[in-house]
Nanobody
Framework: QVQLVESGGGTVQTGGSLRLACVASGITNANAIVWYRRTSAKERELVATIGPGGGSHIADAVKGRFTVSRENAETSYLHITKIQPEDSGIYLC?????WGRGTQVSVSS
């Protein structure tokens, strides 16, 4: 059974940086980890994917500010730089059809 837990959220000032973590127990390197966010503008927005072998994809809306990495089979990080108020929301990760509960990010001006 796959279980996912996100962490690293908090309040950060505009222009700052943040690193979010996703620990997905029960998956292997053959499984992709997908990062989403829920904001006031969008119910669900895909922001990054990291697949087998470390291949990654960043959504156009956040390209240049977001990067994604994978430490091992079960742990992925979402790195956010030059954070903006519109980045505020809940960040969730998903793998093999399962979801975590998310971590809240709030951006202050």
């Amino acid at each position: 059974q796959v279980q996912l837990v996100e962490s690293g959220g908090g309040t950060v000032q505009t222009g700052g940086s943040l690193r979010l973590a996703c620990v997905a127990s029960g998956i292997t390197n053959a499984n992709a980890i997908v990062w989403y966010r829920r904001t006031s503008a969008k119910e669900r927005e895909l922001v990054a994917t990291i697949g087998p072998g470390g291949g990654s994809h960043i959504a156009d809306a956040v390209k240049g500010r977001f990067t994604v990495s994978r430490e091992n089979a079960e742990t992925s990080y979402l790195h956010i730089t030059k954070i903006q108020p519109e980045d505020s929301g809940i960040y969730l990760c998903s793998a093999r059809g399962s979801w975590g509960r998310g971590t809240q990010v709030s951006v202050s001006s």
